[in-house]
C-alpha cells in the first residue's frame, strides 16, 4: 500500500524553567506526526508532502527523518498563511500525480484548519474518513470484513462513542489527535532522512492560476455598495434626533413609523401583504 501524508508547519515555543521563553520556531505539526504515524502503520511506501517556502521544505525533512520514504515540496514564497482551500487544492493535485492508495491527514492540526481532510476528499473525488483513531481490522474495537481494496477504519464519534467502517481505496483519512503519540525515530532513520532528496516542484507547475499572493486568499466575496438614493446620495441628514438620522439614512422612516427594516411577526401571506401595503405607502411599489 502507498500513501501520502501532509507535512505542514505549526509554531512551536520552548519556556524553560526560569520563566525565559524562546523565540518561535516552526515545526512539523504535531497532528501531522501522528498521521504520519498512522500511515506508517498500514503503508510500505510513504511520501511526505509540504506546500509553501522553506518552513514547509523543513517539515518534510522532518517526516523523512521520522521515516517517510519520499519528500514532495510544492514551493513558492507565500505572503502569508495559505488558505485552507487553496492547500487542499494543491495537495489533492499533487496526491493525483503520485497515484497513492491512501491520503493521511492530520485532523485537528491548526494550519490550514481541520478541513483539510474533506476538501482535499472533494477534489479528489475520494471517499473520506475523519477522525480515525484505529486502523486496520487487527487493531479495531468490533471485526469489520474488508476486501483487498477497502481499509477498516475506526473512528470518532462524539465522547465515547465510536464506530468502525470499510473505506473504499483510494481514500482520504484524517488522523484523530489521539490516534498515537509520535514517536522519536531511530538514530538510522534520522541520518537517512537528513540525507535524502527532497523532490521540488515549482507551484505554477502544480496550479497554473495560483500565485503567492492568491494562495493566501480563500473565498472571496464581493458586496456591491450603493448610495442611498431617497436620501441624496447617503449625505447625513440634518435634522432630527440621532436615532432618527440613523432610520432614516439605513432608509427606514423616522424611527416613529413602521419600516422594511422591522420584523413582520405574521402569516406569510398577512407578512406580504403588509409589506405591499408599506411600499404602495411610501411610494415605492
Known amino acids: 500500500m502507498r500513501a501520502v501524508v501532509t507535512a505542514r508547519p505549526e509554531p512551536h515555543r520552548v519556556v524553560d524553567d526560569d520563566g525565559n521563553a524562546d523565540p518561535y520556531r516552526w515545526q512539523l505539526s504535531i497532528d501531522d506526526r501522528v498521521a504520519l ?3 506508517h502503520q498500514v503503508a510500505d511506501e510513504v511520501t511526505a508532502v509540504g506546500v509553501g517556502g522553506e518552513t514547509a521544505e523543513d517539515c518534510v525533512r522532518s517526516a523523512l527523518e ?23 487544492t494543491v495537495l489533492a493535485r499533487v496526491t493525483a500525480r503520485e497515484s497513492p492508495d491512501a491520503l493521511f491527514v492530520g485532523q485537528s492540526s491548526s ?25 486496520g481490522p487487527e487493531h479495531l474495537d468490533v ?44 538514530l538510522d532513520t534520522v541520518i537517512a532522512g537528513r540525507r535524502a532528496s527532497i523532490e521540488t516542484v515549482e507551484l505554477t507547475d502544480v496550479a497554473p492560476g495560483e500565485s503567492r499572493f492568491s494562495m493566501s486568499v480563500g473565498a472571496a466575496t464581493v458586496e456591491h455598495v450603493r448610495p442611498n438614493e431617497r436620501w441624496g446620495r447617503g449625505r447625513p441628514p440634518r435634522t432630527g434626533t440621532v436615532e432618527e438620522r440613523i432610520y432614516r439614512m439605513l432608509g427606514r422612516g423616522t424611527g416613529r413609523t413602521r419600516s422594511a427594516g422591522e420584523r413582520i411577526e405574521a402569516p406569510p401571506e398577512e407578512a406580504a401583504q403588509r409589506v405591499v401595503a408599506f411600499l404602495r405607502e411610501n411610494e415605492l411599489l
Open 37 to 39: 504515524e498512522a500511515a
Open 143 to 186: 471485526p469489520v470484513e474488508v476486501s483487498e481494496d477497502e481499509l477498516a477504519v475506526q473512528r470518532k464519534l462524539a465522547i465515547g462513542r465510536q464506530e468502525a467502517v470499510a473505506v473504499a481505496l483510494p481514500a482520504v483519512v484524517g488522523v484523530d489527535a489521539g490516534f498515537a503519540n509520535p514517536t522519536r525515530a531511530p
Open 66 to 88: 521520522r521515516g517517510a520514504d519520499r519528500g514532495v515540496h510544492v514551493s513558492f514564497d507565500p505572503v502569508e498563511r495559505t488558505a485552507g482551500e487553496k492547500f487542499a
Open 111 to 135: 494550519f490550514s484548519g481541520s478541513e483539510i481532510a474533506g476538501l482535499a476528499a472533494e477534489r479528489l473525488g475520494w471517499p473520506s474518513a475523519t477522525r480515525a483513531t484505529e486502523l
